[in-house]
């Protein structure tokens, strides 16, 4: 049986996203669109279901975990890119997330963070390692390039799955692996359980948040519109606020390319 759907495949900061406008209520059609789709598109490096009503926009990602890009490309898209502020439902979170476009263009999203500074937890085996929780998605964040150094991306990514396994962070919707560079540009490497999808990303939003909660903690203050420097060469922006203590809030921006928008068969 095949269905008519509309979709639109959007570049935020790189990371290429096929959002569908299609509520698609079971896990196992939205694994078979999310190949489906994969196959069609090969740039495309995940797939979200979503509903543009500017009143109540939600988001549900292909395997259910939480995803920064694909937020703020949604709240882009249900304010046709003008200027405003969204309340936005996301698979993988609780609470509606504040998201929007701001004056400049540039999309934003909320990010899902813990206010407790002890979620973030010290790698006892490697003193640049930090696994950030998230809600939808854990990063362990490795401040140490040399790890990956003259390795090709094949080995980048199958060290990092080893590395998710070992640390048993294979129990989350979604983790990732986040190598950073001394200049603060990152590789990140993202795993999603349920639709078992394992990709070195051209960006990567809760990535980029990660890191800056890191940078706070490390610096004891909040940090504002710092640019992490994705695979795609593209910045996306961090600001973490952060009292020494507690984590406030956290929010990710940069601009979004929409690709192409078209109805398909599939």
């Not at 489906?36 to 109540?56: A, C, S, T, W």
């Not at 080893?162 to 001394?182: E, F, H, R, S, W």
């Not at 984590?247 to 078209?262: Q, R, V």
Request: hydrophobic content about 40%; aromatic content about 6%; some cysteine.
């Amino acid at each position: 049986m095949t269905m008519k759907i509309k979709l639109i495949n959007v570049r935020p900061g790189g990371n290429d996203t096929c959002l569908i406008e299609k509520n698609i209520n079971s896990d196992k059609k939205r694994k078979f669109m999310n190949d489906k789709i994969m196959k069609l598109y090969p740039n495309i490096e995940q797939v979200g279901f979503v509903n543009l009503n500017r009143n109540r926009p939600e988001l549900i990602m292909a395997g259910n975990e939480f995803c920064a890009n694909a937020t703020r490309s949604t709240a882009y898209l249900a304010l046709k890119g003008n200027p405003g502020i969204v309340k936005i439902r996301v698979s993988g979170v609780k609470k509606r997330l504040t998201a929007g476009v701001s004056k400049n263009g540039e999309a934003f999203t909320e990010i899902p963070i813990f206010e407790d500074s002890k979620k973030i937890v010290r790698d006892p085996n490697n003193p640049n390692g930090y696994v950030v929780e998230l809600e939808g998605i854990t990063q362990y964040i490795n401040l140490d390039e040399n790890k990956i150094k003259n390795l090709s991306k094949e080995e980048i990514i199958k060290k990092a799955k080893q590395t998710i396994d070992k640390l048993g962070l294979n129990k989350y919707p979604a983790a990732g692996v986040v190598y950073v560079n001394t200049n603060l540009s990152i590789i990140p490497i993202v795993w999603v359980r349920k639709i078992n999808t394992l990709f070195l990303e051209t960006a990567c939003g809760s990535a980029t948040a990660a890191l800056g909660q890191i940078l706070a903690l490390k610096n004891g203050s909040s940090i504002k519109n710092l640019p992490i420097y994705q695979p795609s060469g593209m910045p996306i922006k961090i600001s973490v606020a952060f009292d020494g203590k507690r984590f406030k809030y956290a929010e990710i921006s940069g601009p979004i390319i929409i690709l192409e928008t078209k109805n398909i068969l599939i």
